[in-house]
């Protein structure tokens, strides 16, 4: 099955600097990759998402790229602010949600 | 529109007994999906129901656990004779479909066995 690996477990910035957050996934038939916000005692959220046949999306300050030759996609954020701090979790999933499989997570901290 | 509702936030076990956690998906959604988030760990499906049916168990224990999604009412996730290493955060998403597409989450039922 999938496997999802995400770099790094946990990053620090300062506001206004940008932050990258790396996935690369084992199932080169996979065609959708979500990025998912989770705050301190609250559910995930999605806040973007790619399919295969994009290699970039962008939605204000946030944006996503995808590499399929590598298999590797990634989040950008730019301009961060401290209400950007929270857990992120990256997923790569082939026809159906119930075999999304998510990245162990990626503990942002914007420190103002 | 509500959101996806779990309760309850909160649950204490002791070892041995069972637990109850419910889910309501968003209004319109007939898919659902449980996951369980270990502290620091991502999140690990475990079970996906559609209205009265069991699609998908492969991510779930086979002792133990077991999961429903009634006619009415809402989804369930039992955990009989609950232990230590159960603890966790469970978390229910629903989707209007069962094609790759947004999870919509609910806030976690959190389970702290004693």
């Known amino acids: 099955g999938e496997n999802v690996e995400q770099h790094p477990s946990t990053l620090s910035v300062q506001e206004g600097d940008s932050a990258v957050i790396k996935c690369t996934y084992s199932d080169s038939a996979s065609n959708y990759f979500p990025w998912y916000k989770q705050e301190l005692g609250k559910g995930p959220q999605l806040i973007i998402d790619?399919?295969?046949?994009?290699g970039e999306k962008k939605d204000q300050r946030i944006a996503v790229t995808l590499n399929k030759t590598a298999k590797h996609f990634s989040l950008h954020i730019t301009e961060t602010q401290p209400e950007d701090s929270a857990v992120y979790f990256c997923a790569a999933s082939l026809y159906n949600n119930n075999d999304m499989r998510f990245g162990a997570g990626t503990r942002l901290t914007v420190k103002p | 529109n509500a959101g996806v509702m779990q309760n309850p936030r909160h649950l204490v076990r002791r070892r041995g007994q069972e637990a109850r956690l419910r889910c309501s998906p968003m209004k319109g959604h007939s898919h659902v999906y449980w996951y369980r988030q270990l502290p620091e760990e991502g999140l690990k499906f475990m079970v996906y129901?559609?209205?009265?049916?069991?699609?998908?168990e492969s991510g779930m224990p086979k002792e133990r656990f077991s999961a429903e999604f009634p006619k009415e009412g809402p989804s369930i996730l039992r955990i009989q004779q609950v232990v230590r290493g159960d603890s966790a955060a469970y978390f229910c998403?629903?989707?209007?479909?069962?094609?790759?597409?947004?999870?919509?989450f609910g806030e976690g039922s959190r389970l702290t066995v004693l």
């Open positions: 790619i399919r295969s046949n994009v």
């Open positions: 129901l559609q209205k009265e049916n069991i699609i998908d």
């Open positions: 998403a629903s989707s209007p479909g069962g094609a790759t597409g947004e999870l919509f």
